[in-house]
């Protein structure tokens, strides 16, 4: 038998719905030899979609032509290292884009769905959490009431956005930029959830997103005050950057933490999760490079008792979250998934979106990924040009900051 090979590999860029800058989805096409077997990828960086496409076309595509297309795991390996300079974001993507089209042709040739080949169900549907928000302690409630209404059983709750606005002055002549007070925001959110404490009780899960916001003793203060609310998991408390100061947080509470989405490079994950520093690792799938490397990450955390949640946010395509939910159903230390919903566009580009039904997202039995795209649909929302507004962070006195 003769092997099926790479033919082509295509980008497609779309922004379906109303995301603008925020929303630029980058989809990996590979065709193969075999009349109308293709597989489908996200590589998704929606602040850098056209150095992705340049690295999937113009690097991947003649280094991948011709290869088999079953050999995913040499094929991940001779990718990761044919530039050598590695891990990094951009390269990643862009190979996550073939990673994850390479299982989803390879569960169309074993006519199974992908989480058959990671090892099969654990459980028959992935729980994921929505966001709610608003201005105040009262607006939040009722966004949470909401969701639990709809059957979500875990909310994460933010208020003001990622850290609120600045409303102190700053200097004189200072630039623009997008404003907030990390202090004013430390204060308020112990605040937000006493309030919903004792508004809501103790029965729905509540979960809170830092954003990397605060100075390391700031994000070690506000991990004790908020303790006694009993968080799921309090995200993102510190940058990369930052991350020895875990150890320190660890040894002052027990407030369940998640930490990942920014996450390129093994070296900044393994310490977290052998030193047992983390809760929860919740890495952006197409970020580190696919599913190749977010099984192997899975079971990693496994060892250590450490549980997922994939990064799942409005900027990961139909297809990445498709990816998320069957790594989600097969890995027996899931967690949660964040989940931010399809617009009704993206419903119709991507035909088989994994459903969401009473809190639990569920993948469809379809072989491979199970989702595909009508690109004659996508082109019709060509994704916008225009400069991240929002990554363009300042505390009060001006001072560029980690968004
Ligand atoms: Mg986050």
């Avoid at 700053?170 to 630039?175: A, K, N, Q, S, V």
């Avoid at 459903?355 to 004659?376: H, K, M, T």
């Amino acid at each position: 038998m003769s092997a099926v090979t790479v033919k082509d590999i295509r980008t497609i860029l779309t922004s379906p719905g109303s995301g603008g800058v925020q929303k630029r989805l980058v989809i990996v096409k590979v065709i193969t030899s075999d009349d109308g077997l293709y597989g489908l990828g996200c590589a998704t960086f929606t602040q850098r979609h056209l150095a992705v496409r340049t690295v999937v076309h113009d690097f991947l595509r003649p280094l991948l032509i011709g290869k088999d297309v079953q050999r995913i795991e040499d094929l991940w390996q001779l990718v990761h290292v044919n530039a050598y300079w590695r891990n990094r974001p951009v390269m990643n993507n862009a190979l996550s884009g073939v990673d994850m089209a390479l299982w989803d042709i390879k569960g169309k040739l074993a006519g199974m769905p992908v989480y058959q080949l990671l090892g099969g169900k654990c459980r028959e549907g992935a729980e994921v959490y929505r966001h709610a928000g608003g201005h105040d302690p009262a607006q939040v409630e009722e966004n949470v009431r909401r969701l639990m209404e709809q059957g979500f059983h875990h909310v994460r709750c933010q208020m003001g956005g990622y850290g609120g606005t600045a409303d102190r002055p700053g200097p004189e002549h200072r630039l623009s930029g997008a404003y907030f007070d990390p202090s004013a925001y430390a204060r308020s959110i112990p605040c937000l959830f006493e309030h919903l404490r004792s508004t809501i009780g103790f029965e729905v899960e509540l979960l809170h997103d830092v954003h990397e916001r605060l100075a390391p003793i700031q994000a070690v203060q506000l991990a004790k005050q908020l303790e006694p609310f009993r968080l799921f998991f309090l995200e993102d408390l510190l940058p990369p950057e930052q991350i020895d100061w875990f150890a320190t947080v660890r040894q002052q509470c027990s407030t369940p933490l998640a930490m990942g989405e920014l996450f390129t490079n093994p070296n900044e994950w393994k310490p977290l999760i052998t030193n047992r520093l983390i809760d929860f690792i919740r890495c952006h799938i197409s970020a580190i490079g696919g599913l190749t490397p977010a099984k192997k990450l899975a079971i990693l955390a496994e060892a250590f008792g450490i549980r997922t949640d994939w990064h799942g946010p409005g900027d990961v395509s139909p297809v990445g979250h498709a990816a998320n939910v069957h790594l989600d159903v097969s890995s027996p230390n899931f967690g949660i998934q964040e989940w931010s919903g399809f617009s009704e566009a993206e419903q119709e580009v991507f035909p088989g979106c994994p459903e969401v039904r009473q809190g639990y997202a569920y993948p469809n039995d379809r072989p491979g990924l199970g989702i595909d795209i009508d690109e004659s649909l996508a082109a019709k929302y060509p994704c916008p040009d225009g400069v991240v507004e929002w990554t363009q962070a300042r505390t009060p006195d001006g001072t560029h900051v980690y968004p």
